[in-house]
């Protein structure tokens, strides 16, 4: 059996010990193209059975791990291989979205991101600058609270109202600026229209002068990959630069959620 799986130090803390050897164990079962028996493992990982065995114990009750009864043997389980599809479709949606957050800064002339959902709070993942000398800059990495942006609040609206119900219980509506909305019903409000008209709309509430507009990716099942918005200084907003980006944003996202569905064109 090949040892160096074994952890190289052993770090005094148990919760990072515990941690290292779970990363050690799926990597050790990801090796294998077969079920790897439990005193293989054991002596893979340098660990006593006795751990070994609350520790499968604990990830084949999750998932993570998965037992195979007739083999005696364990291999990497479901819910494992369903991280590693989230992430390979989130790197998806960002090389399938990229081309028309291009497309999109050039038909209306301001900055861009694609955004997913990150714990309860918007992530940009892509983003575009516009060319003008005055220009809203969305830093990859950057998180904001989905009740203050624009690509926050459609991702928002399209979730299932019993999910929209634990976040509002669980959330403070915090003013990142003075024109942060902080009342949960005026919140519901702006969700309620989101998902009537298929866009959102920030006026300086997480950058005080920037006005957001903001439309979902959605799945065939209609459940929110991300969200594209556009962001603009508020000088240049008016009710022209609205009609033009509400149209262009919302066939970008129909477009990319089409495609990331697979879904033929109409």
Known sequence: MDMNFRL???PASGAVKSAGRVLDLFELLARYDREVPHAEIAEGLGIPRSSLTQLLKDLVARGYVAFHAPSRGYRLGPAFAALARHVGASEDLIGLAEPFLRELTERTGESSALNRLKGWQAEVVATVNGPHRLVT????????????????????????????????????????????????????????????????????????????????ILSATGQPLGSLNVAMPSIRYSPEARARVTEAIRRATREISRRASRAPAD
């Open 8 to 10: 190289a130090t052993d």
């Open 137 to 216: 800059h969305m830093r990859l990495g950057d998180l904001a609270p989905l009740y203050a942006t624009s690509g926050g609040k459609v991702i928002l609206a399209s979730l299932t109202d019993a999910e929209i119900d634990t976040y509002l219980a669980s959330t403070v509506l915090e003013p990142v600026t003075p024109d942060t909305i902080v009342s949960k019903d005026a919140l519901r409000k702006e969700l309620d229209a989101a998902r009537r008209d298929g866009v959102a709309f920030s006026f300086g509430e997480f950058t005080p002068g920037i006005v957001g507009i903001g439309a979902p």
